[in-house]
């Protein structure tokens, strides 16, 4: 008896690790019924949530590859179909594969997603791609989001529950943050990306962006599952807040000497987060610290 239960629970294993590798290598269990695709350390995320009733997708893929092996492991992991996308930010490296799952899958985000949206698309822009992206582009077209809600949403799919909250300002013209409080698990969006410098546009602010980090890491989640890179704790708020905060501060030091923006710029480093990636986008931080800096004076 003894040995034939040793036999059956090696045979699981194996089989469910076997299963794990199928799936592919860029995709990654988080807990039961919850995985996540990083194709590469500083692309974005997806989120595979299974659910009695279907599946609910957080964002697309980084490219319409990264969309079709999402797709490939939705298959092997349960028959029902993707019911919801949610997507958590407006860029295409996040929504673009919304057309291979809809329909029948409804894509949602915050208001104002689906302007921001159409107005960015650009339906030629796979004609110079690879041809592997050629052939995932295959019958694309511009999916926004069916439902467009307002600060909060709770969406409950079989036993899990979804509440999607809105981040004002915080990377693109809609941001949406996805907490699963039974599973306490968090997909936080892009407003903190861990090592790296965050593409900051002129409408985003630094006040925004703190706010949003703060009342994400208030939730208490056990995991973190940033916009782009690998998941993990809330330690990665913690380290971006830590960041900005010294940004700002070395910032308005250099306001209260006089300098201008464009000196600023020549002359404020941040030697501490030399090894962040994305460097090149210190000048539009410095943009931003600066906003925050001189608004908050006048």
């Known amino acids: ?22 799936l ?12 996540v695709q990083s194709a590469r350390e500083v692309n974005s995320t997806v ?54 799952f809809s329909p029948p899958a409804v894509v949602i985000n915050h208001a104002g997603a689906g302007e921001a949206m159409r107005k960015a698309d650009n339906p030629n822009r ?19 989001p069916h439902v467009e809600y307002r600060e909060r949403m709770t969406l409950r799919v079989g036993e899990r529950t979804f509440e999607l909250l809105h981040l004002k300002n915080a990377h693109s013209e809609a941001d949406t943050a996805v907490w699963l ?38 939730l208490n989640p056990e995991v973190v599952v940033p916009g782009h890179g690998s998941f993990g704790t809330t330690r990665i708020f913690d380290d971006t807040e830590r960041y900005f905060t010294l940004l700002i501060e070395r910032v308005g030091a250099l306001v209260r000497e006089g300098k201008s923006v464009e000196q ?12 962040w990636a994305y460097q090149e986008r210190m000048p539009t931080n ?11 004076s006048r």
């Not at 008896?1 to 199928?22: H, I, P, W």
């Open 181 to 218: 409080p039974q599973e306490r698990v968090l997909f936080a969006a892009s407003v903190a990306i861990p090592n790296s410098l965050n593409n900051i546009r002129p409408f985003v602010t630094l006040p925004d962006m703190l706010a949003a980090i703060r009342m994400l890491r208030a």
């Open 47 to 100: 989120g595979i949530v299974l659910t009695s009733e279907g599946v609910v997708l957080i964002d697309t893929g980084q490219t319409l590859v990264d969309t079709r092996q999402v797709q490939d492991a939705i298959r092997k992991l349960t028959p029902l179909p993707v019911r919801y996308v949610i997507n958590t930010e407006v860029h295409p490296d996040h929504t673009s594969g919304n057309f291979v």
């Open 126 to 144: 796979f004609a110079t791609a690879s041809p592997e992206i050629q052939a995932a582009a295959q019958g694309y077209r511009l999916v926004p």
């Open 286 to 296: 410095i943009d931003a610290a600066y906003r925050a800096v001189t608004q908050a």
């Open 264 to 275: 600023i710029r020549k002359e404020l480093r941040m030697p501490e987060y030399s090894g």
């Open 1 to 22: 008896m003894k040995l034939a239960l040793t036999t059956v629970t090696c045979l699981t294993a194996l089989a469910a690790s076997a299963a794990a590798q199928d």
């Open 24 to 35: 592919g290598p860029n995709i990654r269990r988080i807990t039961d019924g919850i995985y």
